[in-house]
């Protein structure tokens, strides 16, 4: 009988850390199950992203045609000798931040 306990302490010291065993491997399965979802939902939001700030072509272009439009304008003015009104003149400094805008959203854009 004494030879018995210590092989049942010894079977069980085994089962128990067979046990142990496998619950890290459980644990470490998880943690790279997550790993892998952070990850893909990372390069989802990338793409959105990416979509989202094309727009930003737009708003340039918007900007460069405001500007093709107003140099017309102020040419065609000068020509009949007709002042600008100040309003007008005002939306110049809004495309600029068209431009601006616009360009930033570009070196962002490239990011990606």
């Keep these: 009988?004494?030879?018995?306990?210590?092989?049942?302490?010894?079977?069980?010291?085994?089962?128990?850390?067979?046990?142990?065993?496998?619950?890290?491997?459980?644990?470490?399965?998880?943690?790279?199950?997550?790993?892998?979802?952070?990850?893909?939902?990372?390069?989802?939001?990338?793409?959105q992203l990416k979509r989202e700030m094309a727009v930003y072509s737009g708003l340039t272009r918007s900007a460069n045609l405001f500007e093709k439009s107003y140099n017309e304008l102020?040419?065609?003015?000068?020509?009949?000798?007709?002042?600008?009104p100040s309003e007008l003149k005002g939306l110049e400094d809004i495309a600029k931040g068209f431009r601006k805008k616009g360009e930033a959203v570009k070196k962002a854009y490239n990011l990606f």
């Design 74 to 84: 102020l040419s065609a003015a000068k020509e009949v000798g007709f002042e600008v």
């Design 1 to 47: 009988m004494n030879n018995r306990k210590p092989l049942d302490a010894a079977f069980e010291k085994i089962a128990n850390s067979k046990k142990v065993n496998l619950e890290s491997q459980k644990v470490e399965l998880t943690l790279v199950d997550d790993v892998k979802k952070y990850i893909n939902k990372g390069i989802q939001i990338e793409k």
